[in-house]
């Protein structure tokens, strides 16, 4: 096994000469012995450039060991050289077990302790248990023992782990000092080996080795004895705070919790506040799970939420509560009009003789409320407009934008900002310039990830030769308009394709999607991530299959709240008969589309609805909207809610209008 060969100080270069190996028969560490054929499975040897020390797993994905290991990270994080773990390998010639690498440090800064966090899980061997009694000292009558890898008393480069057995007649608050029963002493290689004891037929880890006389290791001469371990038995709360390292991501209306998993768990408590304090009871406890994850619903959007998780043991032993972890609710991906975390139903209605209107039907605890008027003009030409909504300003209510198209070659973008007694406040022009509104198809979302929607808009240039601009919202009002890219003359004809913006692999920035209608009854869906200079990236064809041509209408949300935005298109299958198709995004696309239900023929007829999506209950879930023209001024607004199994569960008619609202003559926000 191995320290470092000079006085008891920290066995921080551990070092093994390449090509040293020895012939000569292992026999033991300085009066240890050579480990049993699958003895000590949770034994670990960390391996880096120039470098070898001692481990023991303590959770799946965890290796304790000493902080000494690792010089160059004196502050923990992301190992400087690059290091694999060893880990159930009795003989290290052999192919059992696991090698993994260590993908991070975490130094305890009052001793020689540290903590190598795991690339993979190791789920095949059991850790070895956490101290939660003190070593029995002064007076040093347990028995301790030492596992490792290091130099023995005749190999430079043992092959095998060994084992030696000490008493700890002295310690300080942070150390123990060791004497071998049989002349044992640690030797280069095993800093960081655990020190562990057998009591009350439970076998855990009190302290991990820090230093050495070397005693009796190969090529040493001293004759002074002595091992030097840091204490692990009174930090077991420390060390479970660790492994848990709990992260928060916010989706939506929603906060979702993970941590890492710790072994002889009963469960795991999660606590919550809106301050960074977090206090530690009944008042802020979320709840208990036995997983390793949960989600915080029914957030209001732009909402910091600050969170500690609590693990209890089947001992009966309680963690100390780990450090805060927060997270913030994005902008909204809905039309969340009044900020309450729950979206609206919106609709710009032509109120006729060249007069426009915005009505909003506010979410209730029902349904959904009677519509109100928030903001009408006249000389407004409702067949001249095109409108975007989305949180333009970052405050955490949707806005309301419109491009007005003048028939003479330009527009100009308006801009309203929702305020807090639920209207819209008119910021006037915000971007004028060369730009057919009617010639474009507009979608939203914030595709840099500052906190603010953009707009996009494919844009038709004439002889299918397509252009995707993008206008970045900033603190009052819109930048100028941005060409992502243009397709060339003969390649994509504007009237074919579909667009719809969402976050669809889950990285907080929006992306884009396209649908494009071949007429021959097929289409490709095509993707274009967001990335952090706000450029948006062809990621190809994603999907390929039938959708009948010009028979379709989609709509984007995270229906499954997975954190990635979904697709979702109403299709027409003749007879008035309508299906309703998904496809789940994943990391790198989507899934095969899945239909969710058909109504059957005679039921719905699609030219005559119109289809649009809000977390309408905060769940962080998208939900659906349709709105339904039975003619004349006769419309329903139908809702169906999005269910934790991926599907939808029809709510039925939310809202009548019996002869005052004429869908015709509307567009659904």
């Known amino acids: 096994m191995s320290i470092r060969p000079t006085r008891v100080v920290a066995a921080t270069t551990a070092l093994l000469a390449a090509g040293l190996l020895t012939t000569v028969p292992a026999e033991a560490v300085s009066g240890g012995t050579a480990a049993a054929q699958g003895a000590y499975p949770y034994a670990a040897k960390l391996t880096a450039d120039g470098r070898a020390c001692g481990g023991a797993l303590v959770e799946p994905d965890l290796v304790l060991t000493a902080a000494g290991c690792f010089p160059e990270n004196p502050q923990g994080e992301a190992p400087a050289k690059a290091t694999t773990a060893t880990i159930g390998r009795t003989s290290l010639s052999g192919t059992g077990g696991h090698v993994v690498p260590v993908t991070n440090v975490v130094v305890r800064a009052d001793r020689d302790v540290a903590l190598a966090r795991l690339a993979t899980p190791v789920t095949d061997i059991a850790p070895l248990p956490l101290s939660t009694i003190p070593v029995n000292y002064p007076g040093g009558d347990e028995t301790l023992t030492l596992a490792g890898y290091g130099r023995t008393e005749s190999e430079w480069v043992p092959d095998t782990l060994h084992v030696g057995t000490f008493k700890a007649p002295s310690s300080t608050a942070t150390t123990l000092a060791l004497t071998g029963t049989n002349g044992t002493d640690a030797c280069k290689g095993d800093a960081g080996a655990p020190i562990f004891r057998d009591a009350g037929g439970r076998t855990d880890v009190v302290a991990v080795t820090s230093a050495s006389w070397q005693h009796g290791c190969f090529g040493e001469t001293t004759t002074r004895q002595g091992t030097t371990a840091a204490r692990v038995d009174d930090i077991a709360g420390w060390i479970r705070q660790q492994a848990l390292a709990p992260a928060a991501k916010a989706v939506g209306h929603a906060i979702t919790l993970t941590w890492h998993p710790v072994s002889d768990r009963t469960g795991y408590r999660v606590y919550a506040s809106a301050t960074p304090d977090v206090p530690v009871d009944s008042a802020h406890l979320l709840g208990s799970v036995d997983g390793t994850s949960y989600t915080h ?95 333009f300003n970052g405050d955490g209510r949707t806005d309301i934008a419109a491009f007005y198209d003048y028939l003479d070659g330009g527009s100009n973008l308006f801009l309203w900002y929702a305020n807090a007694a639920g209207g819209f406040d008119s910021q006037g022009i915000r971007w004028s310039g ?206 169906f809610h999005a269910n934790a199994s991926g599907g939808f569960d029809h709510e039925g008619v939310k809202w009548s209008s019996n002869g005052t609202f004429n869908a015709a003559q509307s567009t659904i926000l």
């Open 297 to 391: 619903t029914g957030l209001p959007a732009k909402q910091t939420r600050y969170y500690r998780v609590v693990v209890a043991t089947t001992d009966g032993w309680t963690s100390t509560p780990t450090e805060v972890v927060s997270a913030a609710t994005p902008v909204s991906a809905g039309n969340d009009f009044t900020g309450d975390g729950k979206d609206d139903t919106g609709a710009a209605y032509d109120l006729k003789n060249a007069r426009t209107g915005v009505y909003v039907w506010p979410t209730t605890a029902a349904g959904v409320g009677a519509p109100e008027l928030k903001w009408s003009a006249d000389g407004w030409e409702a067949a001249k407009a095109r409108w975007v909504t989305g949180d």
């Open 434 to 639: 060369a730009f057919r509104p009617l010639n474009a198809r507009f979608t939203a979302g914030d595709f840099d990830g500052d906190g603010r929607t953009d707009i996009a808009a494919a844009y038709d240039n004439g002889n299918a030769d397509l252009s995707m601009l993008t206008w970045h919202a900033a603190a009052t009002g819109f930048d100028a308009p941005v060409t992502q890219w243009r397709t060339g003359p003969g390649n994509w004809n504007l009237a074919q394709s579909s667009w719809r913006g969402g976050d669809f692999n889950g990285d907080g920035r929006a992306d884009l999607a396209a649908f494009y209608d071949y007429r021959d009854n097929t289409a490709n869906l095509f993707l274009f991530y967001g990335n952090a200079s706000g450029e948006l990236v062809s990621q190809g064809t994603k999907w390929n299959g039938g959708i009948p041509s010009g028979k379709a209408q989609f709509v984007s949300g995270d229906f499954d709240g997975d954190g990635r935005t979904d697709l979702g298109a109403a299709i027409d299958l003749g007879g008035t008969n309508l299906t309703f198709r998904t496809w789940h995004a994943t990391a790198t696309g989507v899934d095969a589309p899945v239909t969710q239900w058909t109504s059957g023929p005679g039921n719905w007829n699609l030219p005559q609805s119109q289809w649009s999506t809000g977390d309408f209950d905060g769940d962080g879930r998208t939900d659906l909207v349709a709105s339904y023209d039975y003619g004349g001024s006769n419309t329903n607004l139908f809702r």
